[in-house]
């Protein structure tokens, strides 16, 4: 049986992860996870909530040697969780918050007795499955896409020399998105274990957390981020310590953006493209060029208007869910999303899921979303959303009551305008256009509770 080291770290004193600059060995983090082992209910199935990347790690270490399972959602609401109850009714969540309040049978993270054991770096199977994430599916159902060991393995290791993390220095990788995150996962997580480089436990939010985080960490540093905590960055003036690479990804940035970035924090900044389906596949320094080059083995090819990955890590031919212009057998460009996907903030979803949700609701006759112009005035780039609905009998406050139930707070609209119909065509369809020309009166003539 093929098999791939869980961590590139070949000595018990090698540091894997800080703590508030405090360093956490190899062998801590294997002891940990040996012991946490120990703890971890029957069941296979385990929702690995923790927010601390280190705990997190730990969870996900000891999934990997006792042949559990960890599924990463995209978001923890309570439809969410009854869904992913049908999906694999074992389940239980894996927190170290006090104040969880998933309604599945819950492990709090418990503390740990280093007691001495043996340093080996446990090998995994290739072919295990390592973890479950989730799409939004268009009937309103999660949708799962399971990942193996080695794949995950193969992906983050061919696009570490990419990022230049292969150089013989280790690098402290400090990320502002979560570890149940795909791109959190793949390039905090995985890429520091894997790699032979370390991380930080801390997910710092506002600016001056992000500052003080990467101060904490030895350089050479790396900050993996998102273009709206950038943003932010940038607007909230300060200056960041020495890092030697910054890394984004969720949505692309203009090339102004990027070179602001480079120009603040003296550095060099590397954009990720993929998806939770295909992994990451592609990366560009979008000072330098607008095209996009794909990882080792991976191709695309378009098939009936739609675009597809296929090859190296991607096991099989996937579509993508944006607009792609093929450059060459290595290159392509972005010019887009397509229509019905939605990106708030770095969350990713579609309006075929958000409206199927919103219709789920018990008094809705007929509802839709649709995008808003982004927010030009606080120069954060941040859409947002609003829906017009049918819902004789409820009022707006009740429907975002019964929506916060269904979808990430980050989707909710803003406004929810209650309608006597929508301006739907003879065919039955919706025109965006229409749509927001329709919302448009309606908010001239009754306001935003009218």
Known sequence: ???????????????????RGVPITALELLTDAMELERHLPPGRNVLNVCLDRYRFTVGLIACLMSGRVSLLPSTHTPEVIRQLVTFAPDAFCLTDDPA?????????YPELDRAPVPWR???????QLAAIVFTSG???TPLPHAKLWGRLARCVLDGAPRLGLLDGRRHTLIGTV???HMYGFESTVLLALLSGNAFSAERPFYPADIGSAVADAPEPRALISTPVHLRTLLAAGIELPPVDLIVSATAPLDRELAREVESRFRTHLIEIYGSTETGQIATRRPVESLNWSLW?????????????ACGGHVAQPTPLCDVLEIVDDREFILHGRTTDLVNVAGKRSSFAYLNAQLNAIPGVVDGAFFQRETDAAGHTGVARLAAVVVAPGLSAAELTLRLRERIDALFLPRPLLLVAELP??????LPQAALEEFAARHLKLHGPHG
């Open 1 to 19: 049986m093929q098999t791939g080291p869980l961590f590139a770290h070949p000595r018990p004193d090698d540091v894997v992860a800080y703590r």
């Open 100 to 108: 969880c309040a998933i309604a599945l049978p819950r492990l709090a």
């Open 121 to 127: 770096v446990p090998q995994i199977p290739v072919t």
């Open 138 to 140: 268009s009937t309103g």
């Open 178 to 180: 979560p570890a149940q």
């Open 296 to 308: 080792p083995g991976v191709r695309l090819y378009e098939d009936r208007n739609e675009m597809f």
């Open 424 to 429: 739907r065509n003879a065919t039955g369809k």
